[in-house]
């Protein structure tokens, strides 16, 4: 859950830019059917399995547009629903719950599906000791959303951006002229309370990273052999992180490893939507 000085400082703008997104100047069904408030309320309907997430976003939509606007939730967030279920009812003037119903359920249906997805690869996991990891392939301006809805499906969160942590990737270790090289320039420039994470693609890369003293290394699209006699040359001296098309399918084949981490972009770019409706809107009289 965001706490409130979170919410406002890094949240509302975002949403208040979805809200303008979905109205230039006026909604004009809504001021069509509604020319006046009128008290209303409407049901919050699950529509599928899975797990829910996004439901303090979900509210703020409509609290931001009127601060007057209630909700009541029968689930809370990481709650396992099924299709059928009522969560929760929105009460308020109709015609903001109107105007407000795409923009709330686009955040709700999307960051659902999310946890639902990284809840489903996480179970592949359970078990071992192996720490489920996102990545920064996010839609734009929605990656606070996104990475909160991996935590929730039971993922954890790698960097947040550019400025949270060293990650030599490929074009860094070309632009430095190797993997020695660009380790030796990040601990020059990096502050000491930063760990140091190199992606290599092959064993030569690998022994480089060892011997310039990487803190992570993270073995890219690597075959299932090489990534196992990478992991015996580097033998506890770094943690290790697998990447590189990662999904279900793909898990279960790295089990046996012994790594520290595994990332998958698809837990949030490949995550399908879950359906959730808002239904049964009437005035309250």
């Known amino acids: 859950m965001y706490d409130p000085i979170t919410l406002k400082l890094n949240v509302d703008h975002l949403i208040e830019g979805a809200l303008k997104e979905d109205i230039t100047s006026e909604d004009v069904t809504t001021n069509s059917v509604m020319p006046e408030g009128k008290p209303g309320q409407v049901d919050l309907i699950c529509k599928e399995d899975g797990i829910i997430c996004g439901l303090q976003v979900f509210e703020r939509v409509f609290t931001l547009l009127d601060p007057e606007t209630k909700v009541e939730f029968f689930v809370k967030d990481g709650d396992e629903v099924k ?15 109107l105007s407000g ?13 999310i946890a639902t997805y990284t809840h489903s690869v996480a179970a592949l996991l359970e078990g071992s000791p192996i720490k489920l990891l996102d990545t ?21 969160n790698h960097r947040y951006n550019l400025s949270d942590g060293v990650l030599l990737k490929d074009n860094h270790i070309g632009a430095a002229g190797g993997v020695k090289e660009a380790i030796a320039l990040a601990k020059k420039y990096a502050p000491f309370v930063r760990k140091i994470e190199v992606e290599v693609e092959n064993l030569d890369m690998v022994s480089e990273a060892i011997e310039a003293g990487a803190d992570i290394i993270m073995l ?7 990534m196992k006699k990478a992991v015996e040359m580097i033998d506890h001296r770094a ?35 879950m359906d959730i409706s808002l239904k049964n809107l009437h005035v309250v009289e």
Do not use: C, W
Not at 101 to 113: K, P, V
Not at 141 to 146: Q, S
């Open 239 to 273: 943690e290790i992180e697998i990447s590189g098309n990662v999904t279900k399918e793909t898990i279960p084949q790295i089990l046996d490893l012994g790594v520290d981490f595994v990332s998958s972009g698809a837990l949030t770019h490949s995550a399908p939507i």
């Open 83 to 97: 299709k059928g279920m009522l969560m929760g009812k929105v009460y308020g003037d109709i015609r903001v719950l």
């Open 220 to 226: 890219d699209n690597m075959d299932h052999e090489t």
């Open 136 to 156: 920064r392939k996010t839609t734009p301006n929605n990656r606070i959303f996104e990475k909160y809805s991996v935590r929730v499906g039971g993922g954890n």
């Open 101 to 113: 119903e795409r923009t709330a359920l686009n955040y709700l249906q999307r960051m659902s599906g």
